[in-house]
């Protein structure tokens, strides 16, 4: 083949490599950036769908968020408990655990909301009360790890037939405010007392 043919097919043959190498870029790219973009937008739908956005008040400190999530949470007879602010304040899938003498219960956010709605929906919970009677906490940076000594009443306002228990909630500050990251909680027994260093 005379050289200038063969100059020609080569040439040739480079452009159509370089335009299939550029047509794989760009067909590469332009869907990862779609998929990102919708990934995205379904993320921030689905964060929005699923958690009530916190009154800035009740974030703005450990102090102002353990107070709201007691308020939240307890409701009169003939009431309702305000349980889009008790969602506000947590993490989405923060897990609740409880511990009984029977074992362990774990639940996460929307299963505990959702329990407890039934609960009162079925007349098993007719009012509630908690109330935070005491308090020892530490902290670290942006994490905080309080336990919260309680006083719980179910179905009665006489403070003689109420429960004491300590919560153990754990807390991180984002930098604009302060959120439940997960909560464990045990009733007082009588073979299990609260410590004295836990009732100041």
């Known amino acids: 083949m005379p050289r200038k043919n063969m100059i020609f097919f080569v040439s ?28 995205s937008e379904e993320s921030i739908t689905k964060i929005e769908q699923s ?20 308020d939240s949470i307890s409701f009169s007879e003939g009431e309702e ?8 304040l947590f993490m989405l899938k923060a897990p ?9 219960d774990t639940m996460d956010l929307e299963s505990f909301v959702s329990s407890f ?4 929906k079925s007349g098993a919970i007719k009012s509630f009360y908690e109330a935070e009677i005491a308090r020892t906490s530490n902290a670290f940076g942006s994490i905080a790890q ?29 930098g604009r405010q302060w959120w439940v990251s997960s909560i464990l909680w045990e009733d007082e027994r009588s073979d299990s007392p ?7």
């Open 146 to 174: 309080v336990f919260s000594t309680y006083n719980k009443g179910i179905n009665t306002e006489d403070p003689e037939l109420f429960t004491r228990g300590i919560n153990s909630i754990q807390l991180y500050y984002d």
């Open 51 to 70: 958690s009530p956005i916190a009154d800035p008040a009740d974030v703005s400190s450990i102090d102002a968020i353990i107070q709201a999530l007691y």
């Open 117 to 120: 709605r039934e609960r009162i």
């Open 96 to 104: 609740f655990i409880c511990l009984t003498q029977d074992g362990v």
């Open 12 to 39: 040739i043959a480079c452009l159509f490599l370089f335009s299939c190498e550029s047509k794989r870029d760009s067909d590469y790219q332009v869907p990862a950036e779609i998929t990102e973009a919708e990934i």
């Open 194 to 200: 609260i410590p004295k260093e836990y009732l100041r």
């Open 81 to 88: 408990p305000d349980l889009d602010r008790f969602q506000s």
